[in-house]
């Protein structure tokens, strides 16, 4: 079945450096892949997300790049600030219609320091 | 517009009580999905659903029942509760037929098994 790793699951970044999170998947078949944030205490909510078609997409200061060959992603958040501060998951979705399912990452914790 | 709500937000029991996670959603969404979150684990797919009385196993069914008789209810019951299904319980919904689009996540389920 499909499975997504995610590395790393922590990372502390400088308030204005960039963080990256990484991503691999292992079904070929995988055809989109959505970003969730989720600030302590509350519920994941998508940031970005990419379909297998595309190698980048770009939303401001947040960007996710694909690499369908070596089947991994990647989230890159530029000049991070506190509010950035969260845990990320990444994600893949195989399927169509009834067989449609979407599979998450372990999370990263971003920390952003002052 | 109420969204999706779960309930109950946080509740307690013991080893061997059945519990049932109740989830209700407002959007006529066709696919509702169940996930557990653990910490080291992200999101894991317990069960999802397609439509009304269409349901299917995710990455971790063992120990859950979902039924899905209404379009905006879709229920998870734990029918005999052990401590390692002490969790947090997201259910989500989506409007897409396809596999991508966005999942609206509620605002979770904390359990604990005695």
């Known amino acids: 079945g499909e499975n997504v790793e995610q590395h790393p699951s922590t990372l502390s970044v400088q308030e204005g450096d960039s963080a990256v999170i990484k991503c691999t998947y292992s079904?070929?078949?995988?055809?989109?892949f959505p970003w969730y944030k989720q600030e302590l205490g509350k519920r994941p909510q998508l940031i970005i997300d990419i379909r297998s078609n595309v190698g980048e997409k770009k939303d401001q200061r947040i960007a996710v790049t694909l690499n369908k060959t070596a089947k991994h992603f990647s989230l890159h958040i530029t000049e991070t600030q506190p509010e950035d501060s969260a845990v990320y998951f990444c994600?893949?979705?195989?399927?169509?219609?009834?067989?449609?399912?979407?599979?998450f990452g372990s999370g990263t914790r971003l920390s952003i320091r002052p | 517009d109420a969204g999706i709500t779960q309930s109950p937000r946080y509740k307690i029991t013991e080893t061997g009580r059945q519990v049932t996670l109740m989830c209700h959603q407002t959007w006529s969404h066709s696919y509702m999905f169940w996930y557990r979150q653990d910490l080291g684990h992200g999101l894991r797919l317990i069960y999802y659903s397609a439509a009304a009385d269409i349901t299917d196993k995710g990455e971790v069914p063992d120990g859950y029942v979902v039924s899905r008789s209404k379009t905006e209810n879709f229920p998870l019951t734990l029918e005999s509760a052990t401590r390692s299904q002490t969790s947090v319980y997201f259910c989500?919904?989506?409007?897409?037929?396809?596999?991508?689009?966005?999942?609206?996540f509620g605002e979770g389920s904390r359990l604990t098994v005695l």
């Open positions: 079904d070929s078949a995988s055809n989109y």
């Open positions: 989500a919904s989506r409007k897409t037929a396809t596999n991508t689009g966005e999942l609206f």
């Open positions: 994600a893949a979705s195989i399927g169509y219609s009834s067989a449609s399912k979407i599979i």
